[in-house]
């Protein structure tokens, strides 16, 4: 299973979801097809802030609704 939350990776919201794509797919997945088990990989958590605070002072309730249909 994994995380892959595209704000920390300091990703513009437009390209968001295709980041998370493609990241899932490097970082976990084609590794994972290279063990003898190949097990299956999940994305368990993703998202993008939506809540304005010290730390993401650039949020948008907006954007998450961008990156969910992205």
């Not at 979801?17 to 990241?23: L, R, V």
Request: proline share 6%; charged share 15%; glycine share 4%.
């Amino acid at each position: 299973m994994a995380n892959v939350h595209p704000w920390f990776g300091n990703v513009s919201i437009d390209d968001a979801a295709a980041w998370t794509y493609q990241f899932f797919e490097q970082v976990d997945v084609t590794p994972a097809q290279a063990l003898s088990n190949k097990p299956t990989m999940y994305i368990a958590e993703t998202g993008w802030p939506s809540v304005k605070s010290f730390s993401y002072i650039y949020c948008r309730f907006a954007d998450l609704n961008t990156f969910r249909s992205g």
